[in-house]
């Protein structure tokens, strides 16, 4: 194998890491100004004018470097294909809710605040958001969160479901039921998985975590 080969696929990999992280700090942005309460002075503070304006230079930079790096693809003879997306499915449906405490260090204060979040809330259906950029621990605190013994004894059901990208309402709410009746759902219509899914959680208390949350389509 060609000695620059690898050193070219690290260029590769290192740009597309950084762009995704610039993707993710942007989509973080978005969300904390939806869950603030500020999406409408979004675009006229200060300090949202000076993060865009840092984003278009980021981005230039970004695609400088990756014509750059893509100069220099001929040089190895590689041959294009496009990848498999089920395999990145597959990859986001591993959601679980097992954590170890002892291996989870300065959570224990977000812990209790949403855990208090939880046992104050009196709306008929409270919707707690946990956002933030990639690796930041949401899952693990939301893990912290559905294992807490107070929190245990509060709901009477409880569920975990994984979401990931792909937002389908039946395969969700087959999820749901699934999570609920700790049996698989058999591939029903949309009307029938509803009159389950009401039998599932009525008259009862209950706690889902939707785990791996991507679309920001407030409709769905």
Known sequence: MNDELPKWLARVKDAFADADDLL???KFKALKNQVMGKVRNYLTSHSSITFCLSVVRRIKEMRDRLHSIDGLKNNFRLSERSSDPRNVRIQ???SHS???????????RDEEAIVERLNDASEHVS?????GI???????????????EPVDRHFELKMWVGVSQDFDMNVLMRKIIASATTSPCAELDSDHLQHRLRGCLADKKFLLVLDDMWDIDLVK
């Open 24 to 26: 993710d700090e942007v």
């Open 92 to 94: 986001r449906e591993t």
């Open 134 to 148: 990639g690796g930041l621990g949401k899952t693990t605190l939301a893990s912290l969160v559905y294992n807490n």
């Open 127 to 131: 919707v707690i958001p946990i956002v």
């Open 98 to 108: 097992f954590v170890r405490r002892v291996d989870v260090i300065g959570r224990r």
